[in-house]
């Protein structure tokens, strides 16, 4: 028997996900004991505490199977929103509708768009269902050319995929931009809009996908409760789709897909904006200490609409290395020579403001 013929062997080349550094990975290697894990662009502090009560009060009813069309969550969605119950599809994380997207929509020679850097995610639902890969480099300032991604469409286009703030270097397109990229998308194609970080930015030419959103043209907008609601870990994201793409992906998704701890908690959290409004400031204060500590010791970075900040570095892997020293987990992209930085709470950028300094003095640059 050949495992080459039984696996598929569009998935050859493909990687499996590598994940940020744990803190405990880091105490044991470096023996620092009070580890910032900045890497993977959480929030640093818990849920909201609405969502904690939701969590430990649905712990005793764990034994039944959750509501498998997470029902009450997509019609808090819907009103949040203002849109249709029907359009919000909710996932174990918005990861999964990525790859549920995939699923319903690419074929074998399919073409996909997307810019780079960006989430990591999207070459890999490309690959995962055989379709060809379609990159357009960011342009200088390391923000999206919408323009030249038209330029990239063709005939074969499927999905273009946009990450709007982008992941990893924070930037974002503007509104204009935006309007004129939909005015001449051809519509074959899929845009699917990632906003995985929407609510940190507080720019007032960011365009917001969801107003784009007629429920006709092939547009989806993508967001999540593990980045501002704190999570992660119980992996809950959504997305708005046009009716007939959100009932395949109702066809194929796993009955249930999203736990039930998931749902509460996000439920929950819904409910109190006035923290996330504090949790955008809050977020907006830190980087703005942040970026006074880069200016300070000549360290340039890209200005972020998000939770983390790209800096660039000559010596990414000795930067990256004299961090985790420092017990500070920034994240690495291979030979990119920038690294990408989560703010923390007021407490952890007063640390990694000092592990800055120290390694600015130690190697005399970054
Ligand atoms: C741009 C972007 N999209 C999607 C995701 C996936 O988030 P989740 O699956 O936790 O909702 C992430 C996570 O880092 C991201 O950065």
Redesign the pocket.
């Known amino acids: 028997m050949s495992w080459d013929s039984l696996i598929r062997p569009e998935l050859e080349p493909m990687r499996p996900y590598q994940p940020g550094l744990r803190a405990s990975q880091v105490r044991e290697r470096s023996g620092v004991e009070h580890v910032l894990k900045l890497s993977?662009?959480e929030y640093p502090v818990g849920p909201v505490p609405a969502a904690v009560r939701a969590i430990r009060e649905i712990a005793t009813h764990v034994n039944r199977y959750p509501d498998g069309g997470s029902e009450a969550l997509r019609d808090k969605l819907a009103a949040h929103l203002g849109v249709d119950h029907e359009t919000v599809v909710v996932g174990n994380?918005?990861?999964?509708l990525?790859r549920l997207i995939g699923q319903v929509v690419l074929r074998p020679g399919d073409e996909v768009v997307y810019s780079w850097p960006s989430?990591v995610?999207y070459p890999m639902v490309a690959d995962m269902f055989g379709a060809k890969k379609v990159v357009v480099p960011l342009a200088p300032g390391q923000v999206y050319d919408l323009d030249a991604m038209l330029d990239a469409i063709t005939d074969a286009t499927r999905v273009v995929f946009l990450?709007n703030p982008n992941?990893p270097t924070g930037t974002i397109y503007g509104r204009e931009a935006f309007a004129r990229f939909l005015a001449k998308v051809p519509d074959h194609v899929l845009v699917v809009v990632?906003e995985?970080?929407f609510e940190f930015v507080t720019d007032p030419d960011y365009p917001d996908g969801l107003a784009s959103f007629d429920g006709k043209r092939p547009l989806v907008v993508?967001r999540?409760?593990?980045k501002i609601y704190s999570l992660?870990g119980l992996?809950v994201?959504y997305g708005v789709l046009p009716l007939p793409l959100a009932e395949a992906i109702h066809k194929v998704r796993e009955p249930f897909n999203v736990n039930m701890a998931g749902q509460a908690a996000a439920f929950a959290s819904l409910d109190d904006q006035i923290e996330v409004a504090r949790r955008r400031e809050e977020n907006q204060e830190q980087k703005t200490y942040l970026y006074s500590c880069f200016d300070r010791l000549g360290i340039r970075y890209v200005e972020s609409h998000t939770n983390f900040v790209w800096f660039e570095t000559e010596w990414p892997v000795e930067v990256f290395e004299a961090l985790l020293h420092r017990g500070v987990i920034a994240r690495d992209f291979g030979n990119t020579p920038a690294l990408r930085l989560g703010v923390g709470t007021p407490d952890d950028t007063r640390a990694t403001i000092a592990a800055f300094e120290a390694i600015v003095s130690d190697l005399g640059g970054i």
């Open positions: 993977s662009n994380g918005s990861n999964e990525l989430f995610v990450c992941n990632d995985a970080y993508l999540t409760f593990s992660a992996r994201g």
